[in-house]
């Protein structure tokens, strides 16, 4: 059943890998004010620093009504409580995007009704849902009355962070449901929100720590991901069958992709839903500039990853191969010949991940070297570059081992690049390609998206280092 190695698709034991979470610092908060904001290269590391600036003019996009991003109305016209409000101006938002606009008064309406809410990479669904927890929690009552499920423990991590900063003003009590985090003593968990990962919440509740009588919303990030029966989805099944039945819960669905076959079962999970869908030629955003370089073989691959160093520490940088063995392969080469980059995947034990990932959303490592397992959610502003060093596949059964059967994995290749280019942030992707058949199975994903993916010489630094500019600006 397991469908990847790690963990972001993986049964029970996925969450085997997580760990002590600390409310991060707000991973939501937005830099970009309503006027046009230069970015520097904010790392203090003595790597090269940035020649490049990377201008944002979130007031246009805002203002553009064929932007994700825009919006026509205010967050006080979203009928949200002054608490929450005085939450979000905190976080640095001035005004809703278009998801949060349109979605946040369906949510919001009363009686509660399901939602499936999908919208592109980095474009604030998550502030929709966590907004919708917040205002539907009853603080005086001690008890879990929302329950957000994420496919990995780096995701739960950050929705938490966004929890706790929109719910600044509010009397929030939060607890993870994540593994080697696991709420202290036996029993009655008090906190009004729950975060974790379907295996672990399967337990808790099973085992009486968490009451679920209560809980009155269940939220799925990465719900695609979440109900795709290869993967999360018998466990989040499971969940959802220990939820009262003698009272309504609100299931609020968002992703930024639904194939076909997980849309059916989407509806059947939440039944009766208000929805708010894309068009197949819309997935990505565009600002996010897709390249591809043509190598030679896999090792040319590794030569050619080495070259682009400098520019992957430009800004930020995210490696995704297949596999973890790629991942910590390449990490260690790189290191050994002396270059600074961080591995994370699901092989690693959860106190690690957890210190990794800090360490890079502080800016602290530059180029991270991982798998799917943070291809989805993971919402880190300086990511300017990302490499699909390996593209991602999957084979008919929906695992990625076997590649003979192998396709492209074009909702994992849309969350993967959507790692970039974040809320109207520019964001370069380059996928490297090396045979007849890695080249069909990218000639496969630039029709699904629609998207033009440019050719850059894999020998021409000064081109590609041009294009990036172009890119970026
Ligand atoms: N209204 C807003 N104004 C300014 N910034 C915002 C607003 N809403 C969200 N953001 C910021 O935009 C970034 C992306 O938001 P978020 O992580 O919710 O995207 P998402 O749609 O869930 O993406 P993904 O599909 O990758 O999970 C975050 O840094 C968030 O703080």
């Not at 699909?388 to 192998?406: S, T």
Request: net charge negative; proline share 4%.
């Amino acid at each position: 059943m397991e469908k990847d190695a790690d963990g972001f698709y993986a049964p029970a034991s996925a969450d085997a890998a997580e760990a002590p979470a600390v409310a991060a610092a707000a991973a939501g908060s937005s830099e970009i004010p309503a006027t046009e904001e230069k970015h520097e290269d904010p790392s203090a590391s003595n790597l090269i620093k940035s020649t490049f600036e990377v201008s944002v003019t979130l007031a246009d996009q805002q203002a553009d009504p064929h932007s994700p991003l825009y919006s026509a109305k205010t967050f006080e016209e979203l009928g949200l409580h002054q608490d929450l409000l005085k939450g979000i101006y905190d976080m640095g938002f001035s005004k809703p995007s278009k998801i949060q606009e349109r979605a946040l008064p369906l949510l919001l309406s009363n009686p509660p009704q399901n939602f499936i809410g999908q919208s592109q990479s980095g474009t604030g669904k998550t502030a929709a849902f966590v907004l919708t927890m917040l205002s539907r929690v009853d603080f005086s009552l001690n008890k879990p009355q929302a329950l957000c499920l994420a496919p990995s423990r780096e995701l739960a991590r950050q929705i938490m962070s966004v929890v706790v900063a929109m719910g600044k003003f509010t009397n929030v009590q939060t607890e993870y449901a994540i593994k080697d985090n696991l709420p202290k003593g036996a029993s009655n968990v008090t906190a009004h929100i729950i975060v974790g990962t379907p295996g672990t919440l399967t337990d808790l509740i099973k085992r009486r720590v968490i009451d679920v009588s209560e809980v009155k919303v269940f939220v799925l990030d990465e719900a695609d991901s979440m109900l795709d029966q290869d993967g999360l989805g018998d466990q989040t099944l499971r969940v959802k069958n220990m939820l009262p039945r003698n009272r309504p819960v609100q299931i609020i669905l968002f992703s930024a992709t639904f194939p076909d076959n997980v849309r059916t079962f989407a509806n059947k999970f939440a039944p009766n839903a208000n929805k708010i869908e894309l068009q197949k030629t819309e997935l990505s955003v565009d600002s996010i500039r897709q390249f591809y370089m043509d190598c030679r073989n896999e090792d040319h691959k590794y030569d050619v990853l080495v070259s682009l160093y400098h520019l992957l520490t430009i800004g930020q940088s995210i490696i995704f191969c297949q596999h973890r063995h790629t991942a910590d392969r390449i990490a260690q080469r790189m290191t050994a010949e002396g270059h600074k980059v961080a591995s994370l995947h699901g092989a690693k034990d959860a106190a690690e991940r957890d210190a990794i990932i800090d360490s890079f959303r502080e800016g602290r490592e530059k180029v991270l070297i991982t798998t799917n397992v943070i291809a989805r959610g993971i919402d880190i502003l300086q990511v300017n570059m990302v490499v699909n060093y390996d593209l991602p596949l999957m084979n008919e059964r929906g695992d990625n081992r076997n590649r003979d059967d192998a396709r492209p994995d074009i909702e994992t290749y849309i969350h993967r690049i959507g790692r970039t280019g974040r809320f109207g942030r520019k964001g370069i992707s380059i996928n490297f390609v090396h045979d007849k058949r890695t080249w069909g199975q990218m000639e496969q994903i630039e029709k699904a998206t629609g998207k033009h993916i440019i050719r850059i010489e894999t020998h021409d630094l000064d081109e590609m280092e041009e294009q990036m500019k172009k890119a970026l600006k």
